[in-house]
T-cell receptor, first 114, second 114 residues
Framework: DAKTTQPNSMESNEEEPVHLPCNHS???????IHWYRQLPSQGPEYVIH???SNVNNRMASLAIAEDRKSSTLILHRATLRDAAVYYC???????????????FGEGTQLTVNP | DAGVIQSPRHEVTEMGQEVTLRCKPI?????LFWYRQTMMRGLELLIY????????DSGMPEDRFSAKMPNASFSTLKIQPSEPRDSAVYFC????????????FGPGTRLTVL
């Protein structure tokens, strides 16, 4: 599996934007970049994914560097409910026949201050 | 959509007893994953199935653990005999399959082995 590197923790204030970085320098040309988050006492939940272009959905935006060796998850206006561990993952293997698996690292613990 | 359903939500048992955890994936999903989460080791993939067939069980810790998926709507993870070090939160997740499989996690089963 391609390795990802994230800061252990980050802090933000409520209503402010949050930029969560992820380095994945060994990414291959066909690896998708997935982000999941885990709220306290809950299972992980999917946030967003992308391949090359920047992506937006109702939860967040994903900005992918041109060389694809890094990406940034952007929460446009953090709320207290966004306090969670955020995981940047490159699923593998990539196969329609066998599906893919996720390898969770330690992620980034996001604290949102009121 | 009820999401992924896991039962029981909490299980307390004594060392040596058999434990069976159950999972009902989202209807129509053809990938199913079992994970274990502890403070020490984080979130680990134990085994995953695609179209009811085990694809990768390399994460299963030892022979005391076994998983089955007799049909597309049900899976079990069994621990026999259980040991205190098996205490963890066990998550089941399902996905629609494919190379960019998004996984949907259940609420987890918190297992305590005394």
């Amino acid at each position: 599996d391609a390795k990802t590197t994230q800061p252990n923790s980050m802090e933000s204030n409520e209503e402010e934007p949050v930029h969560l970085p992820c380095n994945h320098s060994t990414i291959s040309g066909t690896d998708y970049i997935h982000w999941y988050r885990q709220l306290p006492s809950q299972g992980p939940e999917y946030v967003i994914h992308g391949l090359t272009s920047n992506v937006n959905n109702r939860m967040a935006s994903l900005a992918i560097a041109e060389d694809r060796k890094s990406s940034t998850l952007i929460l446009h206006r953090a709320t207290l409910r966004d306090a969670a561990v955020y995981y940047c993952i490159l699923p593998s293997p990539r196969s329609r026949a066998s599906g893919s698996r996720l390898t969770f690292g330690e992620g980034t613990q996001l604290t949102v201050n009121p | 959509d009820a999401g992924v359903i896991q039962s029981p939500r909490h299980e307390v048992t004594e060392m040596g007893q058999e434990v069976t955890l159950r999972c009902k994936p989202i209807s129509g999903h053809n990938s199913l994953f079992w994970y274990r989460q502890t403070m020490m080791r984080g979130l680990e993939l134990l085994i995953y199935f695609n179209n009811n067939v085990p694809i990768d069980d390399s994460g299963m810790p030892e022979d005391r653990f076994s998983a089955k998926m007799p049909n597309a709507s049900f899976s079990t993870l069994k621990i026999q005999p259980s040991e205190p070090r098996d205490s963890a939160v066990y998550f089941c997740a399902s996905g629609s399959g494919g190379a960019w499989d998004t996984q949907y996690f259940g609420p987890g089963t918190r297992l305590t082995v005394l």
